[in-house]
């Protein structure tokens, strides 16, 4: 059998913006810990699988807790006829908190590369049209909004996400927009401040 540091150490060094050197120290940050807290650590790695789910309608992770659907798709005051597509998990939360929207989300799960080519394995393009293309068919979708950061990537994901739900969108009154520009001082969602996300939303295009 391996080294079990060395084997702990490479599945660390497997963990996003982690690298060789960190993960050793993972390691032996865990070796002088006790064992009440390490049997903590296991069971929740443990249970948040268990008990974390990805909800089918939005992508994001949500406790389950014998619901199929996350609490805000659920939610029925809910304004079903706007999806707004963001990066990641805490956009929503950011979003969600500061009260400037009532409508659904779409997790997108990253942003679209600007140099490589396989980009749709990484990033539910094919999960949006999908949803988007159910929606129009229900006859109930009146808004998509776009809202990536103010980056070169969040750009090229605009733009790139406007190409991909052209064709879908054709010949529909739904409308494509996408969040203000320009009249943020933070770059990520994540980071934006209630007052700038109301404005963003208002001046959105
Ligand atoms: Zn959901």
Redesign the pocket.
């Known amino acids: 059998m391996s080294n079990p540091i060395q084997k702990l150490a490479d599945m660390f060094a497997d963990f996003p913006g982690i690298g060789a050197r960190q993960s050793k120290r993972f390691v032996y940050f865990l070796l002088s810990c006790d064992k009440a807290y390490l049997d903590e650590l296991a069971n929740l790695i443990i249970s948040v699988k268990k008990r974390i789910t990805q909800?089918p309608?939005?992508f994001?992770y949500?406790e389950h807790d014998n619901h199929d659907?996350?609490e805000?798709?659920e939610k029925l005051s809910i304004d079903r006829t706007t999806i707004m597509v963001v990066e990641k998990d805490a956009d929503v939360d950011q979003v969600s908190a500061s009260g400037a929207y009532n409508g659904l989300?779409f997790v997108f799960g990253g942003l679209v590369p600007i140099v490589e080519k396989e980009t749709s394995n990484r990033i539910r393009i094919n999960e949006l049209q999908k949803r988007i293309a159910r929606d129009i068919a229900d006859n109930k979708l009146k808004e998509v909004i776009l809202g990536f950061s103010l980056s070169r990537e969040g750009d090229y994901t605009d733009t790139y996400v406007r190409d991909e739900l052209r064709t879908l969108l054709e010949n529909t009154s739904v409308r494509l927009s996408s969040l203000g520009r320009g009249l943020s001082t933070g770059t990520e969602l994540e980071y934006s401040d209630s007052e700038t996300l109301r404005n963003a939303f208002t001046n959105r295009h």
């Open positions: 909800c309608e939005c994001r949500f659907h996350c805000r798709c989300f």
